[in-house]
Nanobody, 127 residues
Framework: QVQLVESGGGLVQAGGSLRLSCAASGRSFSDWDWGWFRQAPGKEREFVAA?????????YYADYVEGRFTISRDSAKNTVLLEMNSLKPEDTAVYYC???????????????????WGQGTQVTVSS
């Protein structure tokens, strides 16, 4: 069992930055691969980024955030981070952290690969 709690969301102007945190508790942090997803009003949940220890901390990004967002993890703090720069109004969504037993590049974007989810944190980008 893993419990995930996101924080760091808020309101920011276009071009600004935010850093999201996902605090994990329960089973060993190092046992899991991690992902961030988001869901905008009226839209399906979509993949944002993932990081996997099994691939030597390989990182994967959706095309629409590549170069602007950075995912990382702090094993000492059991925390997964999502650094978001150059934010756009279309980045507005609820952002969710998720844990998976194992992911690869081929399946990182598939939400059903993730077993545990946080409650989400709202990110609003104004134009």
């Amino acid at each position: 069992q893993v419990q995930l709690v996101e924080s760091g969301g808020g309101l920011v102007q276009a071009g600004g930055s935010l850093r999201l945190s996902c605090a994990a508790s329960g089973r060993s942090f190092s046992d899991w691969d991690w992902g961030w997803f988001r869901q905008a009003p009226g839209k399906e949940r979509e993949f944002v980024a993932a990081i996997t220890w099994s691939d030597a901390d390989g990182t994967y990004y959706a095309d629409y955030v590549e170069g602007r967002f950075t995912i990382s993890r702090d094993s000492a703090k059991n925390t997964v981070l999502l650094e978001m720069n150059s934010l756009k109004p279309e980045d507005t969504a609820v952002y969710y952290c998720a844990a998976a037993a194992h992911i690869s590049r081929r399946v990182a974007a598939l939400s059903h690969m993730y077993s545990y989810w946080g409650q989400g944190t709202q990110v609003t980008v104004s134009s």
